[in-house]
């Protein structure tokens, strides 16, 4: 009689491969197992310890939706959306980024073309020393300018709206307007110890179209008007002595346009001190001061 070997039950063999199943994630460390954030699983286990558990710096991004929650990659933050995934770059948002850089490569061609013009002179500068001095092609330079004289044009802009907009900044000030006089003039001898002062002083010497010259003329007129109108609110607040408002604007702001034909960079006194020491002069004039010999 043949003796048949009986088969192990099912429920014994599925009771093995569990125990197998079970030996197998025992043998694992515990950095392969999934990891999770507050209850959300996290799919990529490398983001966790050896513990298991996240770093405390990625589960404060994960937490604060910076990163992502699968533990891969963290986009960048201006990426990442309120789930946590990663959103395509905006088209508006690269169109401002790019203009943004135009601007500032604009600028650069601006205050080299100052630098140049304040060291050679306008007629004795050219478009290529200008790219030279940038390491760039000429044509870089016509991106931004359409000739020479419009680019002179531009520095003495960049130049005198340093000025305008410290008339802005002290317009609306509750303070006297011989405070506010003051600001605006440390602010124009500043721009006049600036590459851009030469410009500012001689740009109406260089040979220009009427329509530029035009402009520039008003500009400048308007500058001498703001100066005029704190002039008389000083008189008209007792913070400045009665005087003539038109020849007093002619004396402070000749004697600062002055000092763009002499101030060099380097020298022993900077912009900011030259500023100061004009206002005081101003402020207190050559009258012999209490204590001194008259």
């Known amino acids: 009689m043949t003796t048949r070997r009986a088969r192990a039950p099912a429920s014994g063999k599925t009771r093995t491969r569990t125990e197998g199943k079970a030996a197998r994630e025992a043998r694992q460390p515990a950095a392969g197992k999934a990891a999770a954030v507050d209850g959300k699983p996290l799919a990529n286990a490398k983001a966790a310890g050896a513990d298991g558990k996240l770093h405390p710096a990625t589960r404060a991004a994960a937490l604060d939706g910076k990163a992502p929650l699968d533990g891969g990659s963290p986009p960048t933050a201006r990426t990442v959306g309120m789930n946590g995934h990663a959103l395509p770059l905006s088209p508006w948002r690269a169109s401002r980024e790019r203009q943004h850089d135009r601007e500032v490569k604009r600028e650069a061609v601006i205050r080299a073309a100052a630098h140049a013009f304040n060291l050679k002179g306008y007629h004795n500068t050219s478009l290529d020393d200008i790219a030279a001095a940038l390491e760039v092609t000429k044509p870089t330079v016509y991106y931004y300018v359409t000739n020479k004289e419009q680019l002179l044009f531009e520095c003495f802009v960049a130049g005198v709206e340093q000025i305008r907009a410290a008339f802005r900044e002290v317009r609306d000030q509750d303070i006297p307007a011989r405070d506010r006089l003051h600001a605006v003039l440390r602010h124009y001898a500043r721009t006049m110890a600036s590459e851009f002062g030469w410009v500012?002083?001689?740009?109406?010497?260089?040979?220009?179209?009427?329509?530029?010259?035009?402009?520039?003329?008003?500009?400048?007129?308007?500058i001498d008007q703001g100066i005029r109108r704190l002039i008389r609110e000083g008189i008209q607040d007792g913070s400045i002595h009665p005087c003539d408002p038109k020849m007093t604007a002619f004396a402070l702001a000749g004697s600062l346009n002055w000092i763009a034909h002499w101030y060099r960079e380097n020298r022993s006194m900077t912009a900011a001190e030259i500023a100061d020491a004009f206002i005081t002069v101003f402020d207190t004039g050559l009258q012999p001061r209490r204590g001194t010999r008259s």
């Not at 500012?200 to 308007?222: G, N, Y």
Request: proline share 4%; glycine share 0%.
């Open 200 to 222: 500012m002083v001689r740009v109406e010497e260089q040979d220009l179209s009427p329509d530029m010259s035009s402009h520039i003329k008003a500009i400048k007129s308007e």
